[in-house]
């Protein structure tokens, strides 16, 4: 049985190592092979969720997670209110869980868990809501970039490339220029997704980042817009400018897309 990746990076060390066939608890292999179905009966999704809130050790923690794939919207409400939870570990799945939902009350709650006192949790939080239905969390998000926060401002970055729109290309124009090089590799990757020409002149320039993932992300981008005024700049990079292997692939590849 493949094993169901979860939420956090605890509970997928928990399963990856206890799970799926090993010599784990009976409860927790219990749990876990819940985890791992599409969905589940009412006596199996009343089983988790008294695991979730009466469980011992791990059990709770391993709840949490695999009431994510319970294909039951009610459990919406105690998820969110897992969130609330003493435990560091039942917080990090709830978050994880909570991304394979929808709605208004998901997003408010997985922006409120932004503010966690733990940053594992935070991050979980950013991944749960790289969805474009979460779009209206954009702001939220946005904080989080402009926080300063280096662990978390290439995820935040990443969450707003899920969900971005031509409304959102000055942003990412802007952070285009950012002093981490993770954030603008993702801020470029993400003007090429929206395939807009305004941003031609910026990745042109782009092409000569001191990062050379920022350079290749930039030729692949141009390639994505598909604007034949690309390439002069694409042309001379393998030979001329740039001397990594990677950067001359991406441009060889770019030219490929644009129309003669």
């Not at 927790?28 to 791992?36: C, D, P, R, V």
């Not at 009431?67 to 939870?85: F, T």
């Amino acid at each position: 049985m493949k094993c169901r990746v979860g939420a956090g990076a605890w509970i997928i060390f928990l399963i990856g190592v206890a799970g799926c066939g090993s010599s784990q608890e009976p409860e927790l292999q219990k749990i876990s092979a819940l985890g791992e179905v599409d969905h589940v009966s009412d006596v199996e999704y009343a089983y988790l969720l008294d695991k979730l809130e009466n469980g011992q050790g791990e059990e709770r923690p391993v709840a949490a997670w695999a009431l994510g794939g319970s294909g039951r919207p009610e459990v919406v409400q105690k998820l969110v209110e897992a969130l609330e939870d003493d435990n560091y570990y039942v917080r990090l799945n709830a978050c994880g869980a909570l991304g394979q939902y929808k709605g208004e009350e998901v997003q408010a709650a997985l922006i409120r868990a932004l503010d966690d006192a733990e940053i594992q949790v935070r991050a979980a939080a950013l991944r749960a809501l790289s969805r474009p239905e979460f779009r209206s969390a954009a702001a939220a998000i946005g904080e989080i970039i402009d926080s300063g926060n280096e662990t978390l401002r290439p995820l935040a970055v990443q969450a707003l490339s899920e969900m971005a729109t031509v409304e959102n290309l000055a942003m990412f124009q802007r952070l285009t220029a950012d002093r981490d090089a993770d954030v603008r590799s993702m801020a470029v990757f993400t003007l090429g997704k929206l395939r807009d020409s305004r941003a031609i002149p910026r990745l042109v320039e782009l092409l000569e980042d001191e990062a050379w993932e920022v350079r290749a992300n930039a030729a692949q981008a141009l390639g994505m817009i598909g604007d034949p005024s690309a390439r002069p700049y694409l042309e001379k990079l393998p030979d001329d400018i740039d001397q990594h292997g990677e950067v001359r692939t991406a441009a060889e590849l770019a030219l490929e897309k644009l129309p003669d």
